[in-house]
């Protein structure tokens, strides 16, 4: 049996994978309509006041928890609650402007962030 | 007939078999049960699904593959080649996390993903992990992480403590973003479901909006495990290459 005049089984399957694939015509990002937009407006939405709560939330906590360790209250509660919205709103900004996660101001080297893609296009 | 209203009470832990060590309860409750079928059943899929590994595959095997090629390629594109090893955690996530969300969707079953601290726990192991990742490659250099670029120093103090803030916060925003959406839209479905109980023939209304209702808690279910996963790998990211 010569593999050479016998057309090889995966060569052929290949070949037909290929023109399967170049068949299906790559479908227009059909618009999904209001619901759609709607429903990743809210996605957005609920995902920047999340970011903006939890830290402040989260800072205000620790804070307090530090006071009544050290029993300096209020003093670290009020420090780290203006950190916590800090904090928040670079978070925000962040998830906003697509800078992705990434802590730093600097962009992260090399390809965009392909992230947002649940959320973005709002 | 008395018919159960409460819509919390699908969160409620029971103990299956109850277990005390020391003080400790241990107990085995039907969210470990609901973990322990979701483990098995990947663990089930995955092996029978690569068993007869045949070049052109069945069902079962392209599944398991698609699922593992879109994990594997989810990496690629977000953190690097470099990243490969990490793709069996962030698989393990993924799966455990879509799976939970879905058999939480079976009637009569438990949302094992609707208590914060089982997603609290997850986003732990993701932080603590990528942290130790983030050290071992880059030693203490891994502290310049916090330190803004090309910021005067006056500004530096407020910039670090809020730089360093934004890092501690990321395990509770990863957690509370899967529990808040799995408790809401759980809720939500057993409000309209006991609403559609009480009012008799026009349950109808109810039930048409709950119908619609469960496909949108389709659609969380599997989204909020691709946030989990995909979150997961931007602070691989980070901690890999750092900026």
Request: charged share 15%; aromatic share 10%; glycine share 8%.
């Amino acid at each position: 049996m010569s593999d050479s005049d016998k057309p090889d089984p995966l060569a052929r399957l290949g070949r037909e994978l290929d023109r399967a694939q170049a068949a299906r015509a790559p479908r227009p990002e059909a618009g999904r309509g209001d619901a759609g937009n709607l429903q990743r407006g809210m996605g957005l939405g609920f995902r920047i006041g999340l970011e903006f709560v939890v830290a402040i939330v989260v800072a205000t906590g620790l804070g307090w928890a530090i006071d009544q360790w050290v029993g300096t209250r209020p003093w670290v509660t009020i420090v780290m609650f203006f950190l916590g919205v800090g904090a928040g709103m670079v978070n925000v900004y962040r998830a906003v402007t697509g800078l992705g996660m990434a802590v730093g101001y600097r962009h992260a080297g090399g390809k965009p962030v392909a992230t947002d893609d649940w959320d973005d296009e709002a | 007939m008395a018919i159960e209203l409460n819509p919390l009470e699908q969160f409620k832990i029971e103990r299956i078999v109850p277990l005390h060590i020391g003080k400790l309860d241990v107990s085995y409750t039907n969210s470990a049960l609901l973990m322990t079928i979701v483990v098995v059943l990947i663990t089930a899929l995955v092996l029978l699904g690569t068993r007869r590994a045949s070049l052109v595959p069945g069902r079962l095997q392209s599944m398991v593959e698609m699922t593992y090629e879109f994990v594997a390629d989810m990496i690629d594109s977000n953190v690097g080649r470099e990243a490969r090893d990490y793709v069996p955690f962030v698989f393990t996530l993924f799966t455990f996390i879509l799976l939970a969300n879905l058999l939480g969707l079976v009637p009569y079953s438990f949302t094992v993903t609707s208590h914060i601290i089982v997603t609290f726990a997850l986003a732990a192991v993701v932080f603590i992990g990528v942290t130790i990742i983030g050290i071992a490659r880059h030693g203490f250099h891994f502290l310049s992480f916090f330190v803004p670029h090309g910021v005067p120093l006056p500004l530096l103090v407020v910039l670090v403590p809020i730089e360093v803030l934004s890092y501690f916060i990321r395990p509770f925003t990863l957690s509370i973003r899967l529990f808040a959406n799995m408790l809401a839209g759980h809720t939500m479905l057993a409000i309209l479901g006991g609403f559609a109980a009480s009012i008799g023939l026009l349950a109808i209304f109810p039930l048409a909006i709950n119908t619609a209702m469960f496909a949108l808690e389709l659609l969380v279910a599997v989204l909020q495990a691709y946030v989990f996963a995909i979150l997961t790998c931007l602070y691989l990211r980070d901690a890999i290459h750092l900026h």
